[in-house]
């Protein structure tokens, strides 16, 4: 997978791909734009949606929950 693959993003609400590039060049006439607002807009459609990683729901759950608990095995001792 190239690098340009890796940041290719899909509009949940037209589908089109397009670039972090391509949408950051939409969001230039926002007042938002300054303060980093965290949303991406769609070039095409103007659907502004949150930016979201590609780690799963449940890798991410994994690791909200992991811990080293080797001080409470100890507890018992």
């Keep these: 997978?190239?690098?340009d693959q890796e940041k290719m993003?899909?509009?949940p609400l037209c589908?089109?791909?397009f670039v972090k590039e391509e949408a950051q060049k939409?969001?230039?006439s926002c007042?938002?734009?300054k303060?980093?607002?965290?949303?991406i807009r769609?070039?095409?459609c103007g659907y502004e949606f949150p930016e979201v990683d590609n780690t799963s729901f449940?890798?991410?759950v994994k690791k909200f929950f992991s811990f080293d608990n080797k001080d409470s095995n100890e507890g018992g001792k």
């Design 26 to 28: 939409s969001c230039e």
């Design 9 to 11: 993003i899909i509009c």
């Design 42 to 44: 769609c070039p095409n």
């Design 31 to 33: 007042p938002l734009n």
């Design 15 to 17: 589908g089109y791909n």
């Design 58 to 60: 449940m890798d991410r």
């Design 1 to 3: 997978m190239t690098e």
């Design 35 to 39: 303060n980093n607002c965290g949303l």
